[in-house]
């Protein structure tokens, strides 16, 4: 594809903001209520229910690192340990998958710096990206466009590096070329949220969410609304007049405050009585549907939904109640365990080295079912006692910190065990 051709099918995913507006808790519901005035918008709750959909999701993807068959002396998988500890690959993983599962898409791009440091950026659902894929769908030339300082300028990669086009006087020119050493392996990798071929742009994981916590937040409001008007009990006066409803000293009592129960004396021919406030409970029970809802199609389990009862859950059923949910993060920890496959053969060859051979590489993700950490101490020392694991394997399941694994391990690694 040529550079004209990026550029004209470079744009933006319709509706990010929409979807933005939810995961943050700003967006307001089209229709409250044809019953009800606009002057009720300050009493609007939201229902951030999408948010919850995604950050569940997102807890449970954490990547512990790479593991490949051929490499006997864990040189290549130590190496990529340290490229992502010091690449903050932490917490830009958590970023390209919450991007990932709110607006359908994020963007990874892999770079190395004039000083030879290998970084990653995480580009948001705004950037304005195009991309070829060959038959096999692996990127082989992609364009981000983009403002800086007010002029607009195109980044365009390759499997040879990277080249930077600025729009000057109506027309592009190339500014610089970068050239980097690639292994034949563009830089830039697509976080798809996708199950279907034909999703190229992916699907929001609150699409299905946001019907129910649009009702709920009408509810909410409906409920605000009832514990304004209807919820406290209701004096009235029969046979009198409110124009003759007067204090002690004989100053009359306004409509308003009359309404707020402020009256002290009423006229001498009236009845007063009181009406019992109004039972708020179907909308309570409403609100408890639209969760309900919302953890069978989202996979939440009810309790992080405020779903209760009087007798407290047991161990058992709150691990079947989360099995769903886990069996959703397994199907999103294959889903992305090939785009991090692919960032460790980019940062592997951008350092010069080969990666050929990489091909059975791995991603190790943390269990989503999330035991405590004691019992998975409990077992895997149980394993070690009985034979089935070696030393090397307990230490790497055990949370030890690297500089503990490090200290562990002194006098048993090679000198060339660095790899890099």
Known sequence: MSFKSLLQNCQVIKG????????????????IGVSLPPQVRVLEIVANWPRLAVDVLVECLSVDGFTLAEDKTGKVTRA??????????????????????IQGRSILVVERSLQGKVFTRVLPWDACVAYETDSA????????????????????FGLDGSAWFQFSGGVWREEKAYRQPSAGITPFIPVINRVRPSDEVGHSEMDDVIPFADAASRSFTNLQVAQELLSMPQRYILGGNSQKVTRPDGSQVSELEQYLGRYIHGPA?????????????????????????????????????????DNPSSAEAMRAAK??????AERKQALFGDVWEQWARIVLGLCGRPVSGLETLETIWRDSATPSQAAKNQTVLQAYAQGLVSAPTARELLPLSPEQRAREQVGQLEPDDLYL
């Open 16 to 31: 990010g903001r929409k979807y933005s507006s939810y995961y943050e808790g700003e967006h307001r519901v089209d229709a």
């Open 80 to 101: 990529l340990q340290r490229l992502w500890a010091g690449g903050d690959m932490d917490s830009l993983a958590a970023m390209a998958h919450t991007e990932a599962l």
């Open 137 to 156: 769908g692996r990127v082989v030339e992609a364009m981000i466009r983009y403002r800086r300082q007010g002029e607009q300028w195109a980044q365009v």
């Open 269 to 309: 021919d009236g009845k007063v009585g009181q009406l019992p406030g109004a039972d708020l409970n179907p909308i309570i029970s409403a609100i408890k549907m639209y969760a309900q809802n919302v953890s069978a199609v989202a996979g939440i389990p009810p309790s992080m939904l405020g779903i209760t009862t």
């Open 323 to 328: 099995e769903r949910l886990v069996a959703k």
